[in-house]
């Protein structure tokens, strides 16, 4: 059974964690239910406010951006976030991120048996671990071991997501680490590390990241042709979407362009319908 059999999506195009709000930002924009799933921001077990100052920048190639994780909490998130993107008929996919592996274990835990979630997807590629304050995952067996802590609290029937940078130098590696470690698919792609105008850390995303996504994309399909892969990273464009179909991977998540355009996300599905 592929990986979108196993979530259950309606099509090929998700948003990237993140870069939907909450889903209440997003649905005058797109229908939730058209989605093939709804990412949801990464949710850690406690409230984070995010980073203090300017927070986003515009460059010529992408965006700049040093939010800080900034999310509710857990127990916000399932009070009154959760039950409202089940209501819209979305696939809800959770983002988590923990500063240890015992506490991305907890949120597995917590959400595997919560009414209306399809998947779990775990944050693996912040650009800046220590700085953000998630667990420091640079080694493969660091990855592996947050995907063996998460998989080891999640039932069979919920499937679990590793989202990894884009490395090219070790993307088949770690892919087949979090493999190894009960991950049921691989997110390529995120933004990478960068810094501000005034030299706080921050993170790049948008077009200038895409090839950079697409070839680690591409690395792996071709070396692991049994592991579902989704793509992410600069993807805006229907051909964007056929770049990362084409090398292999089974779906892609799209992010920063709905930062520029919220209306990106309907134009994708709509092209996907007509090519159909």
């Known amino acids: 059974m592929s990986v979108l059999e196993d979530l259950r999506l309606r099509g090929p195009v ?14 005058p924009y797109v229908d939730l239910a058209t989605l093939g799933g709804f990412v949801t921001r990464s949710i850690t077990l406690a409230h984070r406010t995010g980073a203090a100052g300017r927070r986003i920048v515009e460059t010529p190639s992408g ?20 039950p409202w993107l089940h209501q819209q008929g979305a696939r809800v996919i959770v983002s988590i991120a923990g500063a240890s592996p015992g506490e991305y274990a907890d949120l597995a835990q917590r959400l595997a048996v919560a009414p209306g979630v399809s998947g779990i ?29 998460v998989r080891r609290e999640t039932p069979s029937r919920v499937p679990v997501l590793a989202k990894l940078r884009s490395d090219v130098v070790r993307a088949v590696e ?9 991950a049921d698919a691989v997110v390529l792609g995120n933004a990478l590390p960068a810094a501000m105008p005034d030299g706080r850390p921050a993170r790049l995303s948008g077009p200038a990241v895409g090839p950079l996504a697409l070839r680690c994309v591409a690395q ?9 892969v989704i793509g992410c990273g600069g993807i805006a464009t229907p051909a964007d979407v056929r770049a990362f179909l084409d090398a292999g991977a089974v779906a892609v998540q799209v992010g920063t362009a709905q930062l520029h355009d919220p209306m990106t996300l309907s134009r994708l599905i709509t092209a996907r319908q007509e090519d159909a």
């Open 121 to 149: 997807e775990v944050n693996l590629s912040a650009p800046d671990q220590r700085g953000s304050g998630v667990y420091d995952v640079r080694e493969p067996f660091h990855a592996g071991s947050v995907v063996s802590a």
């Open 220 to 228: 792996v399909c071709q070396q692991l042709p049994a592991l579902p």
């Open 63 to 82: 965006l700049l951006n040093a939010v800080g994780l900034q999310n509710p909490g857990l127990e916000p998130f399932l009070a009154r976030e959760l």
């Open 14 to 27: 998700l948003t990237a964690s993140g870069c939907g709000g909450t889903g209440r930002e997003l649905a």
């Open 174 to 182: 770690v892919s087949r680490t979090v493999a190894e470690a009960g």
